[in-house]
């Protein structure tokens, strides 16, 4: 089995959204594009008889380390985070439906945030699960819609504490040793309850483009750009009397781009390494981060 043809690479909706180190409303907080973590061949799916009858179980890790020190506007709260994201996916199809592919996803994993006084959390994030569903117009076209819901099930000081929801158009094209995998989407932001603060969230709108030309099996360049623009939030409740009910929290957008290598190591396993910059933003940190994906299939 090829990994590229036939599996080729999950989805991840996003590790957070939003990282806040304190719990407290500042002008610049640590932030990751969602799916920003996509990489090449992401979206290259089977259909069909390429997919057994039995289906397709993935492993899928993802990991990054971001430099959080500095902010678009004014000063970032933060100092670094860790963040490993790990993701268990099956492939599978219905009967009578052979024309269309579908996956189930489950996702755990764990953080480490520092913030500029050196004061560190730990532990585990948020879980997420969702529905992916495909069809293929021509052979090297695939058109998808994924489903996310996300589980406030994190550690107090990195989940959300909230329940999400995200919905995403995602597409790969392939045109000889070319590939093309790009997503547009929107994440439903819940309300927040925590620390006795209770706030509005606003919603997320994302997308992301990787362009990927395939030298040989360990040499696979890409370039990716990624964007998302959040809109405000307003609080509603505060016991912390430096907050008031009708507060309005800023709105967030930030365009980067990223440079990398995908190498596959064997017919079930590849990894792809790249950087990340931020090109320009508003009232978020800025981006400044290495990633590493790794996937194996069985």
Same mark, same amino acid.
């Given at each position: ?6 599996? %080729?690479?999950?989805? #991840?909706?996003?590790? *957070?959204?939003?990282?806040?180190? %304190?719990?407290?409303? =500042? ?21 069909? @008889?390429? /997919? ?5 179980? #993935? ?31 099956? /492939?599978?199809?219905?009967?009578? *439906?052979?024309?269309?592919?579908? *996956?189930?996803e489950a996702v755990t994993g764990f953080a ?13 994030? &948020? ?7 495909? /069809? ?39 045109? !000889? ?13 819940? &309300? ?8 509005? =969230?606003? &919603? ?24 998302? %623009? ?13 907050? @008031? ?6 709105? =967030? $957008?930030? #365009?980067?781009?990223? /440079?990398?290598? =995908?190498?596959?190591? $064997? ?13 320009? !933003? ?17």
């Open positions: 089995m090829n990994l590229h043809r036939t599996v %080729s690479c999950g989805f #991840l909706a996003a590790a *957070l959204a939003i990282l806040s180190l %304190s719990g407290a409303i =500042q002008n610049a907080e640590a932030g990751i594009i969602p799916y920003s973590v996509i990489a090449p061949h992401e979206y290259q799916l089977p259909i069909g @008889n390429d /997919i057994p009858k039995d289906g397709i179980n #993935l492993l899928l890790s993802y990991n990054t380390y971001r430099d959080e020190s500095k902010a678009w506007d004014g000063e970032s709260g933060a100092r670094s985070t860790f963040i490993s994201v790990n993701k268990f996916a099956h /492939i599978f199809k219905i009967d009578g *439906l052979n024309d269309v592919g579908f *996956l189930w480490s945030a520092t913030g500029k006084d050196n004061n560190s959390v730990t532990g585990l994030i &948020d879980g997420q699960t969702g529905l992916v569903a495909w /069809i293929k117009p021509t052979k090297n076209w695939v058109n998808c819609l994924e489903y996310w819901l996300y589980l406030p099930i994190g550690d107090n000081e990195l989940s959300s504490h909230s329940w999400n929801h995200s919905f995403a158009y995602m597409t790969n094209y392939v045109l !000889g040793n070319f590939t093309f995998d790009g997503d547009l989407g929107v994440k439903i932001m819940g &309300d927040s309850k925590h620390n006795g603060t209770h706030a509005e =969230q606003g &919603d997320v709108f994302f997308a992301n483009t990787v362009f990927t030309y395939k030298f040989m099996k360990q040499v696979e360049p890409f370039l990716k750009f990624d964007y998302q %623009s959040s809109g405000q939030g307003k609080i509603k409740s505060a016991s912390d009397t430096s907050l @008031n009910p009708g507060d309005i929290t800023s709105s =967030q $957008s930030e #365009l980067t781009y990223g /440079i990398g290598n =995908q190498f596959q190591i $064997s017919d079930r396993l590849s990894f792809a390494a790249w950087y990340a910059h931020g090109i320009t !933003g508003r009232n978020t940190t800025k981006t400044n981060a290495g990633y590493i994906r790794a996937i194996w299939s069985f």
